[in-house]
Each structure stands twice: as C-alpha cells, then as structure tokens.
C-alpha cells in the first residue's frame, strides 16, 4: 500500500527531481520483465534516497537487496567524489547479468561492488566501515542485518529500512507471520537507546537511524 493518494502521488514526482535515464530504463524493464516489480524503490522513495544520500555524502554505503539495482543507483548519486563505494548484495543470481549491464551504464560503475549471495554469510565477512546502509531484503532477517551492520557503522552513521509498515499490516490486530516479524523489529528499533530513529509513512514506511 501507498500511504500517499495516487494524485497526490503524481503531484509530488511531477514537482520533484525527475529519474534520470538509465533510472527511468531500470524502473521500465523491471515493471516489463521481472516478477515482483513492486519491490523496486521507484521514482519518489529513489530520489528520496539520493537527496539522503547526498546529504551525508557517505564514503562508505552497503546495501541489502539489490533487485534490479535502482536504488543502489539512487544511492550513488549521493557518494563521495573521490575514495567513495558501494557494496551491493543480492542472492538472486537470475537477474545478475542485467543488473551488471545496468550497472555499467552509470558513469560511477567502478564504484559499484555488487556481490551475489546470501547477505547474513556476506556481511559476517565485510571488514569495511559504512557511512550508510540500506536494508531492503528479506524481512526475516531484518534483526539479524541490523545487529551485523551496527558494529560496521561508523559514529553517526545513518541506516535506512524499507517497507516497516508493510502496507498498514502492522495496524491488523491479528498478524500474520511476517507482519508480527516486522512488528517486533520496530519494537526493537524503538527501545534501542544507541540510536536516533524516525519512521517516514512514505510508500511502505522507511525508518532512518542514525548511530548516536
Ligand atoms: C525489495 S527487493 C530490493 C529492492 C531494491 N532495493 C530497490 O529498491 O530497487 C529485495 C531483494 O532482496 C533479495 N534478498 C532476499 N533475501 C536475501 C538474502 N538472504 N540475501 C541477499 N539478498 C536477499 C531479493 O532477491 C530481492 O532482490
């Protein structure tokens, strides 16, 4: 669900930033030709994740769940100049070639290290440091990446969630199985005093953290 009218959805994208091309030829094939097309970012939660993104101009971001790769190139536009890069993990390797053709259009490609596999065995192994995370794969291990990526943030360091409250389920007073998972996971975001935390009602609630 979108918690925005859909005019006033329309409203809002036509008076902000547009898609840049290769975003707009993303957004299309993927709507054409992958299942699941909803779980891309698109036009109005992509440029919301670039203004982010250019706001803490990260050197450093990972993101979790890539898909057909729009918002890792969202979240590029924000990274440093120089030195910056973006790791990338998805465990669909189906998509994997087109998602490297797409990546290769972006003038930023060397920055982009997109890694193929499951994201809790990858990330167990990543010795770098993240300015921003992004997570955005399966909401079952939504606690587990956000006890494996705090200690790999750096202070004040920013992580944003898609999809908390999962299409207003979270509201039901009956959960099913992964709305109650979701639930428990913004209890536990909510009571964890090492952090800053906001959830934003925009498309399918986004909560922005930031390590204090
Ligand atoms: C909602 S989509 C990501 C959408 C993308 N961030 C965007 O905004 O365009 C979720 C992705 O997470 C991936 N995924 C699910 N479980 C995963 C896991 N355990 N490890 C790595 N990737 C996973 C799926 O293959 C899927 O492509």
């Known amino acids: ?117 499951d994201a809790v065995t990858i990330i167990s192994k990543l010795k770098e440091t993240f300015d921003l995370v992004f997570i955005d794969a399966d909401k079952e291990n939504y606690s587990k990446y956000f006890d494996l990526v705090f200690p790999k943030l750096s202070k004040g360091g920013f992580i944003i969630v898609d999809n908390v409250l999962w299409s207003g389920k979270i509201l039901n007073e009956k959960k099913d199985k992964l709305t109650k998972i979701i639930d428990n996971f913004n209890k536990k975001i909510s009571r964890d005093n090492r952090i800053r935390k906001v959830i934003l009602p925009v498309r399918d609630g986004i909560t922005l953290i930031q390590k204090k």
């Open 1 to 117: 669900m979108d918690f925005i009218d859909k005019n006033l959805q329309s409203y809002v994208e036509s008076h902000s930033d547009s898609e840049t091309e290769l975003l707009e030829e993303i957004n299309r094939y993927t709507n054409l030709n992958v299942i699941n097309p909803r779980m891309l970012s698109g036009h109005l939660q992509g440029r919301i994740l670039s203004f982010i993104s250019r706001m803490i101009n990260p050197k450093t971001i990972l993101e979790i769940g890539t898909y057909t790769g729009y918002s890792a190139i969202c979240l590029l536009e924000g990274l440093k100049k120089k030195q910056g890069k973006i790791i990338t993990i998805d465990k669909n390797d189906e998509i994997s070639e087109k998602v490297k053709f797409f990546f290769k259009k972006s003038k930023s490609f060397h920055k982009i290290n997109y890694l193929i596999g």
